[in-house]
């Protein structure tokens, strides 16, 4: 049996969803061998784009979106390990981060954010944190570690979705969009472990192509 490296031993052990354990990985050693390759590939091959919509948006930024670039936020990785979180700023500039309860207000968002946000092209600049090992192209989404710190004493469950990379994007986000409030979090929290137990390459494929949708329709939320 193969035993992947980053995992501890009492979770490295293939199981199916059905078998109710909280804590099961699965997906073949070949699996989690190839995917940090993939996700390097993958990143690799969004930087152009990346770029390529940094530039537009330093010209639109002005007009439409003043302020930074960038927004940067720290979050909760693989294994609770905290990291910086890159993304295209989506709403007015405030200097402050948000607190723990804080949930974000829809007229903070700018029309400009607006567009990002519905193709989810304000993630895009994830690509650079993939490159540096903190996140994997498909893999539950970090959450803030604020907001990740409380979810973790009020959802029981919400620890073992730490066991992976946080990915740029995941099946419960394809399933259900963004969470917000602990509820969400709770419902989304199972989705992740489902995809955990189920972990693959025809899954990861599935997400992936789910993905590609929501940006070229613009059906994000």
Known sequence: MTIV?????TIARPVRWTDRRRDAVGGSGLYW???????????????????????LLCVLNPLFNRGPLFYR???????????????????VATGRERGP???????RITPLGGLLRRAGLDELPQAINILRGEMSL????????????????????????????PGLS????VKLGYAVGVEATRAKAQVDLEYI??????????????????????GGD
């Open 5 to 9: 490296p980053d995992f501890d031993q």
């Open 73 to 91: 936020q720290v979050r909760m990785g693989q294994n609770q390990a905290p990291f910086t979180a890159l993304k295209f700023r989506t709403m």
């Open 138 to 165: 498909i893999g539950p989404r970090p959450d803030c570690l604020h907001h990740a710190q409380t979810y973790l004493h009020e959802i029981p469950d919400y620890r073992h979705r730490l066991h992976v990379r």
């Open 101 to 107: 309860r804080d949930i974000v207000e829809a007229d």
């Open 197 to 218: 137990a189920k972990a693959g390459f025809a899954l990861d494929a599935y997400v992936a192509w789910r993905t590609l949708v929501t940006v070229i329709t613009g």
């Open 170 to 173: 995941g099946l419960a986000q």
């Open 33 to 55: 061998r190839a995917k940090p390759i993939i996700d390097v590939i993958g990143a690799l091959v969004l930087l152009p784009g990346v770029l390529g919509l940094a530039g």
